[in-house]
């Protein structure tokens, strides 16, 4: 099946500094790639989805400018959170599609931040 | 929002047959209905998916009603590695949406010795 592999698989940083999470598929292009943020006890929450070569579209109440996407290759795609502060802590977590988004979604096995 | 209703958590005894129900009453005629699973601190994991048609894979079966309102993830012998959440979700392939898959609660499946 579909791998799509995240990095890194945990993070630890200080309050203000910015986090870069990669997300790569593995064995076939992803044209579409899709962001979630999960807290503890809770469901996955979408973020937003990027296509690559374009910019991402971010779901109601996401900031952008403090959760930047970039989806650069069809393999890669990467979530920045800026400037990062002890709420953003939580376990992000990638899925990878082809065919923009149409098939199934194969999902990364998630990177857990922690803002302290 | 989630356009799915799933129990918050069932048992199952190790080797027998998990049924997890599933409501979608609102469910539209182009939209699929989709399983996923997650595993304690593990990215989803696809089982299966069906439009009208009951369908079976190695993983598990989905019966979906005539209506289409509802369906049931059934995994034949579930085992202690099946403990995990249980996503119902509804969605468009294609489309305007982009295949979004919007998460409900789930469903929190525990396999019992």
């Known amino acids: 099946g579909a791998v799509v592999s995240q990095h890194p698989s945990r993070v630890i940083c200080k309050s203000g500094t910015s986090v870069k999470i990669e997300c790569r598929s593995l064995d076939f292009q992803a044209t579409t790639m899709f962001w979630y943020r999960q807290f503890p006890k809770q469901s996955l929450m979408l973020m937003a989805t990027?296509?690559?070569?374009?910019?991402?579209?971010?779901e109601q109440g996401v900031e952008k400018d403090k959760f930047l996407i970039n989806h650069a290759s069809l393999t890669l795609s990467t979530l920045t959170v800026t400037s990062a502060h002890p709420e953003d802590s939580s376990f992000y977590i990638c899925?990878?599609?082809?065919?923009?988004?149409?098939?199934?979604?194969?999902f990364g096995p998630g990177t857990r931040l922690t803002v302290l | 929002d989630a356009k799915t209703t799933q129990p918050p958590s069932m048992d199952c005894a190790e080797g027998r047959a998990a049924n997890l129900p599933c409501n979608h009453s609102?469910?539209?005629?182009?939209?699929?209905v989709y399983w996923y699973r997650q595993i304690h601190s593990q990215g989803p994991q696809y089982i299966i998916h069906?439009?009208?048609n009951n369908e079976t894979n190695e993983m598990a079966s989905l019966i979906i009603t005539e209506d289409r309102k509802s369906s049931t993830l059934i995994l034949p012998h579930a085992t202690l590695r099946d403990t995990a959440v249980y996503y119902c979700i509804v969605r468009v392939a294609g489309g305007n949406q982009g295949g979004k898959l919007i998460f409900g609660q789930g469903t929190e499946l525990s396999v019992k010795p």
């Open positions: 609102t469910i539209s005629g182009n939209e699929y």
């Open positions: 990027s296509n690559e070569g374009s910019k991402a579209t971010y």
């Open positions: 069906g439009l009208k």
């Open positions: 899925s990878a599609s082809t065919s923009g988004g149409s098939n199934e979604q194969f």
